[in-house]
């Protein structure tokens, strides 16, 4: 393995992941989602591409693909800012009336009506996915929504609850317990098995979607 890319602003370090995978790391989430675009072109053997909060996971078939060909191909690419990708989009019905609304509102110096505003007028874009299926990190351009987890964590949220943590928001696809401060509601299902016929995948939101809330 080559171990790192030189001169690249991305940082672009490979590592190999047993003799099945490559793990690119890079220094910056934004980083990651512009390879992550990018890389929408895999050769044959590829089997995944799996972007997380500084990295992405390639996994192959090596009886089809070497690893030093997986390699090269990451190294190729040039990395896709946002602007140049028409990344599909999905908009989410928020009632916004979470429990913990007026307190996020109060530590970000906002009004609760200052808050819905602001965070249904960001364009979010999932990152990448984890903690439970259907469960997007998702991220804007700007971090006037940043906010701790709770202090406690409720031991059962119900599904649909629309929630903010550090740099990200999120949906929880189903009942589970939350640390994340809980602004929102939904009735968007957000994991259906019956979906992966029509799109491919049961996920409604999968990494690079790009999210709107709207309130109602």
């Known amino acids: 393995m080559n171990g790192s890319a030189e001169g690249r602003s991305d940082g672009l370090a490979l590592l190999p992941c047993g003799d099945s995978a490559v793990l690119a790391e890079l220094v910056s989430l934004e980083a990651v989602l512009a390879l992550y675009r990018a890389l929408s072109e895999p050769p044959v053997g590829v089997i995944d591409v799996v972007p997380a909060a500084r990295t992405i996971l390639v996994t192959f078939d090596p009886q089809q693909v070497s690893p030093a060909k997986i390699e090269a191909w990451i190294e190729a690419v040039e990395p896709l800012p946002a602007a140049a990708t028409t990344d599909r989009e999905v908009v989410i019905d928020v009632r916004y009336e979470g429990p913990d609304l007026a307190e996020v509102a109060q530590y970000l110096s906002l009004s609760v009506t200052e808050l819905i505003e602001l965070h249904s007028s960001s364009e979010w874009t999932a990152a990448f996915t984890g903690f439970a299926p259907g ?23 119900p599904a649909g609850s629309v929630a903010l943590a550090g740099e990200f928001s999120a949906i929880y696809p189903t009942s589970s317990p939350a640390g994340w401060q809980l602004i929102g509601q939904t009735s968007a299902q957000l994991w259906d098995p019956a979906r992966a016929s029509e799109t491919g995948s049961p996920a409604l939101i999968m990494p690079g979607t790009r999210v709107r809330f709207r309130a109602i």
């Open 135 to 157: 469960f997007a990190y998702l991220v804007t351009t700007h971090e006037r929504l940043r906010v701790p987890r709770r202090n406690t964590p409720r031991t059962s949220i």
